[in-house]
Structures are given as structure tokens and as C-alpha cells.
């Protein structure tokens, strides 16, 4: 399991988002043995986000530029979102905020004390996050170039990259990557490797030119 911080950390983030949602240091929610079980008689995740510390990968994901996880949008899924248990990583808490999904992963949810693990953000209605104020349009074709590399994991997908024009780098497997419409590839801006699949990103590590 991944090493635990403390609370969750605001230091540097906005207490609160359009929403007026907030993920602060307030003291740990209800132990396990005070939730409510599911059908099975497992303890569900608490809905109180300051029940949560954090893991070592989540504070990464929550650093990492063009994932879009902040500690607000984090604090209105655990409150608000739907709550599902996935056979791949568990339970996860998940919203959508103006036209993109954004899912929580959790765990530790039979002790008491409940961790982040992961998070990440999806497109769910184009037409809703292209309107929002929220997401700019640069903020949009990040998101969906992020997914589609990541659902194509180990294969090659030129034909989702092409549509996406990517103009600011977003960090994955250790690069910064960008891309501009009709290129089959993306392109790092450190090291100038272009790579078409997540797997190919993964397997060689970034060299600054």
C-alpha cells in the first residue's frame, strides 16, 4: 500500500470552486465501526471529505498538470458524486461538473482511516464543458487526449490522437507532451519524443535536449 500523508492538505489550493465545496484539516469522520454497511455487510466509504487523508500517489495526481484534480472538486464528489465499487481499483466516488466526470478512488474503507488514492477527470458531455466556464477549450482536448491514451493503454491510437490539439504540455509517464491536429503522434517537450500509445510513453524515460 502506498505510504500515507497527513489530512488533506488546502496549503495553495482555493478553499472553495464555483460549488463552494471544500476539503479541509478538520478533525477524522466517523470510524468504521459508526458507517453504514452496504448489502454485504462491507462499510461503505464515508461521505465527509475530511474523514480522508491522503496517499503519496494522490498528492502526485493532485500536482500533476492537465489531470485537473483539486481538493475542492475532490471534497463535491465525496459529497455529492455517485458511489461505486469497481473489481479494478475499488471504490470510487464520481460527478459530473460541467460537462466532465471526476472520479475519486478510495480506500482503507474497513479502518478508520479512509485514504485518497487516485483521481482523474473524463469528458462526459462535450457540448456542457466546451460551454462551461469552468473548462477552457485548451482544458478540454487535454482531458480527452489524456483519456484516450490512457484507455488505449499498451495499443498504438493515432486515430484518437489526430483530432486533439494539445498547444500547452500536460505531464504523463514522466513526459510533457503536446500534440497539434492531424499529427498521429505526441510529441514531448523536453526530450522531443513522439510516441503514440501510453505504453510507448512509460517504457522510455524522458531525456531534456
Not at 134 to 155: H, K, N
Request: charged share 30%; with cysteine; proline share 6%.
Amino acid at each position: 500500500m502506498a505510504s500515507r500523508q497527513g489530512g488533506p492538505d488546502t496549503e495553495g489550493v482555493s478553499a472553495t470552486d464555483s460549488h463552494g465545496v471544500s476539503l479541509t484539516n478538520a478533525p477524522a469522520g466517523p470510524t468504521a465501526r459508526d458507517r453504514p454497511t452496504g448489502h454485504d455487510g462491507a462499510h461503505l466509504p464515508p461521505r465527509d471529505p475530511s474523514a480522508y487523508a491522503q496517499t503519496d500517489h494522490f498528492g502526485r495526481r493532485l500536482r500533476q498538470t492537465g489531470r485537473y484534480v483539486s481538493l475542492p472538486l475532490v471534497a463535491h464528489v465525496i459529497r455529492e458524486g455517485q458511489l461505486r465499487f469497481n473489481s479494478a481499483d475499488g471504490w470510487r466516488f464520481a460527478a459530473v461538473v460541467d460537462g466532465v466526470r471526476v472520479v475519486t478512488v478510495v480506500s482503507d474503507a474497513d479502518t478508520d482511516s479512509p485514504v485518497l488514492v487516485t483521481g482523474w477527470t473524463e469528458v462526459a458531455d462535450r457540448e456542457s464543458a466546451a460551454a462551461s466556464d469552468r473548462w477552457s477549450p485548451l482544458d478540454v482536448e487535454t482531458i480527452e487526449l489524456r483519456s484516450s491514451l490512457a484507455d488505449a493503454g499498451d495499443r498504438q491510437c493515432p486515430g484518437r490522437i489526430r483530432p486533439r490539439s494539445v498547444t500547452r504540455p500536460f505531464e504523463l509517464a514522466g513526459h510533457r507532451v503536446e500534440t497539434e491536429s492531424g499529427e498521429a503522434y505526441v510529441e514531448c517537450s523536453d526530450c522531443g519524443g513522439r510516441f503514440r500509445s501510453k505504453r510507448a510513453l512509460s517504457e522510455k524515460g524522458c531525456r531534456r535536449r
